[in-house]
């Protein structure tokens, strides 16, 4: 298992889930990206995203990390 990390930080809708999409179609099942994304889009575009393609989310943004989402690819 590789854990990727993209930094969307600053980016506005859809441009952090499109960096994940994009990512996600070139790694393997079981890897993990670790996304940090302050738009609050994503608290809603993330979680949606998994649920649609069955992708796992490990993490998403809490009072440790505001701006952290763990994805592990599954399919």
Same mark, same amino acid.
Do not use: N, Q, W
């Given at each position: 298992?590789?854990?990727?990390?993209?930094?969307?930080?600053?980016?506005?809708?859809?441009?952090?889930? @499109?960096? =994940?999409?994009?990512? @996600?179609?070139?790694?393997?099942?079981?890897?993990?990206?670790?996304?940090?994304? *302050? &738009?609050? =889009?994503?608290?809603? &575009? =993330?979680?949606?995203?998994?649920?649609?393609?069955?992708?796992?989310?490990?993490?998403?943004? *809490? *009072? &440790?990390?505001?701006?952290?989402? =763990?994805?592990?690819?599954?399919?």
């Amino acid at each position: 298992m590789t854990v990727f990390t993209i930094d969307a930080r600053g980016l506005s809708c859809p441009e952090p889930l @499109m960096l =994940v999409k994009a990512k @996600m179609r070139k790694i393997e099942r079981g890897d993990e990206i670790e996304l940090f994304s *302050d &738009d609050p =889009v994503s608290l809603r &575009d =993330v979680p949606a995203y998994c649920k649609f393609l069955g992708h796992t989310l490990l993490a998403k943004p *809490d *009072d &440790d990390h505001p701006a952290r989402f =763990v994805l592990r690819k599954e399919t």
